[in-house]
C-alpha cells in the first residue's frame, strides 16, 4: 500500500491588514457618533433648564409688575381724590371686574358678607371695588397666622386631596402622563387635587391647584368649619392664599425630603430638618419657616456683597441683620457688655453682612456665610465672640434662625452712614490704623465720638442741616409701604435670580 499524506496543518488565511484597518476605522467612527449624539443629548437638556429658569424669572417679574401697577393704580386714584381730579362718569360708576393682581377670580362664598367681597387689593361693595382702610388691612394680616385659617387651609387640602393626613407618607405624587388621573370618591365627575413636588408654587399647575383650594374655602369654609367664620370675613384672598403657599412649601419639603430617604439618601442631605426652600412648619397646620421670618424684610443702611445688584438684595441682608441683632440683645443680659457705653454695638449698621454659603452643597440645609468688616476693632469683635456663644434665652427664636458659620473678613467696605448718632458706629468700635487712613469717616457720618461713657467732655449729637428755615424746601412725603403683594412677588423673584447673572441670561434675547 501506498502512504497516505500526512493530514494538512494548513491554517485560515487571515484577513488582510487593509480589511481590518477599514473595520476598526468604522467601529471608531460609530463611538465617535454615540458620543456626539449623548453630548447634544447632554445639551438639549441644559438649554431646556435653563429655558425653564428664564420662563419662572420671566413670570415672577410679570407678576411683581402687575401686583406694583395695581398698587399704583389704587394710589393714583387716593391722590386724586386728595387734589380734587375730577373723576369721568366711567370711573363713578364703572363695574370692576372680578379678580385680584394675578387674574384669578376674587369671589365669596355664599355672596357678600358683612364688609363685602375680599378681593387680593380691596373690598368689593356692589358694583364698586373701594381701597381697604388700615384697621381691615391690619386684621386681614392678623388672621393669617392664626389657627383658624391655618384649620381651614388644612381642611380643604385634605378635603380636595382625599388624604387623612398633610404629611409625608400621604401625600401623594402627582399623576404621571401615563396614568389615569384618579376622580374623588365623593364628588361625581370631578378629579382629585394634586400637587407637582418638583415644582414651586409658581408653576401653572400648582398655582391652578392652590387657586382652586382658595376657591373651595370661600365656598365651603365657613360651612365645614364655623369656627372659621370670622377670620374668613376678615382676612383678604392675597393674605389667605400666602397662608396656603406656606403650606403648600411645607407639604413640598416633606414630601421631597421623604423620597431622598427612599432613595437610600443618607447624612444631611437625606435627613435634613428643612427643605430646601426653607420653610418650616410651627404647628400641625401651617408654615413658619425661618426663611419666611429672616432674610426676606426691607430696610436700608445695611452694606451688601455682590449680590447687590438683585432684587430687595439691600433688603434682604438687612432682615439678616435684624434677626442676628435680635437674638445677641437676648443673649445680652448679665454679660458685661450690658452697661450702657456698648449700646452702640447692639444697632442694626453694626452688624456684619450675612452672605449665602458658597460651601454648600445641594441637599443641605441653608446657612449663611458671616464677614465681619476689615476695620472692626478687636473689642467690637470680642463683644460679638461672647455675645455669640452664649445660650439663646429664647430656644424657640433661635430654632427659627438660619445657621451661620464664619466667612473671610470682608476688605473694601465702609461703616455705613448714619443720619442719626444712634445709629452711627463709634470711635471705639474702629481699629486705629483704619481710622487714621480714613479720618473722613468721622466728617461723613460714618463713625461719631465714643461720648462721656468712654472720658469724652460731650455726647455726641446730630447735627441737623444748615442753611434751611422750618418751611422752605420742597414738601417731603412719608415712603408707602409696599403692599403684601408686592412684597410677595419681590421676594419670589430675589430667590429665583438670586445668584445669577440676570443680565447675561437674557443679554441675547
Known amino acids: 500500500m501506498s502512504a497516505q499524506p500526512p493530514p494538512s496543518t494548513a491554517r485560515a488565511v487571515p484577513p488582510t491588514s487593509g480589511a481590518s484597518a477599514v473595520a476598526n476605522q468604522n467601529v471608531e467612527r460609530l463611538k465617535a457618533a454615540v458620543k456626539a449624539i449623548e453630548t447634544l443629548k447632554q445639551d438639549l437638556r441644559d438649554v431646556r433648564k435653563e429655558a425653564k429658569v428664564r420662563e419662572d424669572i ?51 362664598g355664599g355672596g357678600d358678607i358683612a364688609n363685602g367681597d375680599r378681593a387680593a387689593d380691596g373690598l368689593q361693595r356692589g358694583n364698586q371695588q373701594v381701597l381697604p382702610s388700615a384697621e381691615e388691612i391690619a386684621k386681614s394680616r392678623y388672621w393669617e397666622d392664626k389657627k383658624e385659617i391655618k384649620d381651614v387651609v388644612a381642611l380643604a387640602l385634605k378635603k380636595l386631596m382625599n388624604i387623612s393626613a398633610l ?95 427612599r432613595r437610600g439618601g443618607t447624612g444631611r442631605a437625606a435627613t435634613a430638618a428643612l427643605p430646601e426652600n426653607g420653610w418650616g412648619e410651627d404647628d ?7 426663611e419666611g421670618r429672616e432674610g426676606t424684610s ?34 445680652r443680659p448679665g454679660t458685661q457688655w450690658e452697661n450702657s457705653k456698648y ?65 473671610p473678613v470682608k476688605e473694601g467696605v465702609e461703616p455705613p452712614r448714619a443720619r442719626l448718632v444712634k445709629n452711627a458706629h463709634r470711635i471705639w468700635m474702629i481699629k486705629p490704623e483704619a481710622l487714621e487712613e480714613n479720618a473722613h469717616w468721622t ?30 424746601g420742597p414738601i417731603k412725603f412719608r415712603r408707602m409701604e409696599e403692599t403684601p403683594d408686592i412684597k410677595a412677588a419681590r421676594a419670589r423673584l430675589a430667590s429665583l435670580i438670586e445668584g445669577r447673572d440676570v443680565d447675561h441670561m437674557f443679554g441675547g434675547v
Open 284 to 290: 400641625g397646620f401651617g408654615g413658619e419657616g425661618r
Open 443 to 472: 466728617r461723613s457720618g460714618r463713625v461719631v465720638a465714643n461720648g462721656r461713657a468712654w472720658g469724652d467732655a460731650e455726647d455726641p449729637v446730630d447735627v441737623k442741616g444748615k442753611g434751611k428755615e422750618k418751611g422752605t
Open 58 to 108: 420671566l413670570y415672577s417679574k410679570t407678576k411683581l409688575v402687575e401686583a406694583e401697577l395695581v398698587a399704583l393704580k389704587s394710589r393714583m386714584k387716593y391722590i386724586e381724590k386728595l387734589v380734587g381730579f375730577p373723576q369721568s362718569d366711567d370711573e363713578d360708576t364703572a363695574e370692576v371686574e372680578s379678580g385680584d393682581a394675578d387674574g384669578r377670580e376674587s369671589e365669596r
Open 167 to 261: 404629611d409625608a407618607k400621604n401625600l401623594p405624587p402627582y399623576p404621571t402622563r401615563d396614568e389615569e388621573w384618579p376622580e374623588h370618591p365623593q364628588v361625581r365627575g370631578e378629579r382629585v387635587l394634586r400637587f407637582d413636588w418638583d415644582q414651586t408654587e409658581d408653576d401653572e399647575r400648582n398655582a391652578t391647584a392652590l387657586e382652586t383650594a382658595r376657591k373651595w374655602i370661600r365656598v365651603n369654609g365657613v360651612v365645614e368649619l364655623p369656627s372659621a367664620a370670622l377670620a374668613l370675613r376678615e382676612i383678604f384672598d392675597s393674605d389667605l392664599l400666602r397662608r396656603m403657599v406656606k403650606k403648600f412649601l411645607y407639604m413640598r419639603g416633606e414630601f421631597r425630603k421623604l423620597q431622598r430617604v
Open 298 to 331: 426691607g430696610g436700608d443702611e445695611v452694606g451688601a456683597n455682590g449680590a447687590a445688584d438683585t432684587v430687595d438684595a439691600k433688603a434682604i441682608f438687612r432682615s439678616r441683620a435684624e434677626s442676628k441683632l435680635a437674638q445677641r440683645i437676648r443673649k
Open 343 to 407: 449700646d452702640a454695638a447692639f444697632t442694626i449698621n453694626a452688624m456684619s453682612d450675612d452672605e449665602d454659603d458658597p460651601a454648600l452643597v445641594v441637599g443641605e440645609a441653608q446657612r449663611y456665610c458671616s464677614r465681619r468688616p476689615w476695620y472692626r476693632s478687636n473689642i467690637h469683635q470680642q463683644i460679638y465672640a461672647e455675645i455669640d456663644a452664649r445660650p439663646d434665652p429664647d430656644p424657640d427664636a433661635a430654632r427659627k434662625m438660619t445657621a451661620r458659620v464664619p466667612g
